[in-house]
T-cell receptor, first 113, second 116 residues
């Protein structure tokens, strides 16, 4: 199946640093979603984006829906140890209730206290 | 809050066994999904269901079947388990969305299946 190009694949940072990750696609999406998966848990939705150019924040997290509708970015400011986990982007291709999500392979984040 | 419950966190089965993975959601969601998650491969869709008794193949349906007899329950069935089906299995649900927006998926905590 189709997948998104998510980068970087993994990051190891110091506590307090800012983090950036992104997803790109050859297809246009009308929805971008960012999820986080804690170790041993299922993914949890962080931010949903519905409009090209949209910039949305959730605490220290900020995500943007790229203007071309083919990419999205997630930034985490002032990282803390509990930010550790795998971050997934997902894009949705079409409208309607039978729409299918296309997933990135994830960015694994490790934070050194 | 939406709750998606997977009946087992860990399962160990033998090759050739028939395996049932159960998932229940409590938000009256129409759509339910089964994914498997493997290192380096991300989330891959096995099957999904739009409504009771309806099912559709995802990207990797081979070796799996599903059952949706009741709206709240979606079962994944491995007819004859094989070692390459050792994986983390994630169930998710999603409600219908009257707008054109994508209604987000809500995931369970996963079942880690080991086939020996």
């Amino acid at each position: 199946g189709q997948q998104l190009n998510q980068s970087p694949q993994s990051m190891f940072i110091q506590e307090g640093e800012d983090v950036s990750m992104n997803c790109t696609s050859s297809s246009i999406f009308n929805t971008w979603l960012w999820y986080k998966q804690d170790p041993g848990e299922g993914p949890v939705l962080l931010i949903a984006l519905y409009k090209a150019g949209e910039l949305t924040s959730n605490g220290r997290l900020t995500a943007q829906f790229g203007i071309t509708r083919k990419d999205s970015f997630l930034n985490i400011s002032a990282s803390i140890p509990s930010d550790v986990g795998i971050y997934f982007c997902a894009g949705q291709l079409s409208a309607g209730n039978n729409r299918k999500l296309i997933w990135g392979l994830g960015t694994s984040l490790a934070v050194n206290p | 809050d939406v709750k998606v419950t997977q009946s087992s966190r860990y399962l160990v089965k033998r090759t050739g066994e028939k395996v049932f993975l159960e998932c229940v959601q409590d938000m009256d969601h129409e759509n339910m999904f089964w994914y498997r998650q493997d290192p380096g491969l991300g989330l891959r869709l096995i099957y999904f269901s739009y409504d009771v008794k309806m099912k559709e193949k995802g990207d990797i349906p081979e070796g799996y079947s599903v059952s949706r007899e009741k709206k709240e329950r979606f079962s994944l069935i491995l007819e004859s388990a094989s070692t390459n089906q050792t994986s983390m299995y994630l169930c998710a649900s999603r409600g219908l969305d009257s707008s054109l927006r994508g209604s987000p998926l809500h995931f369970g905590n996963g079942t880690r299946l080991t086939v020996t």
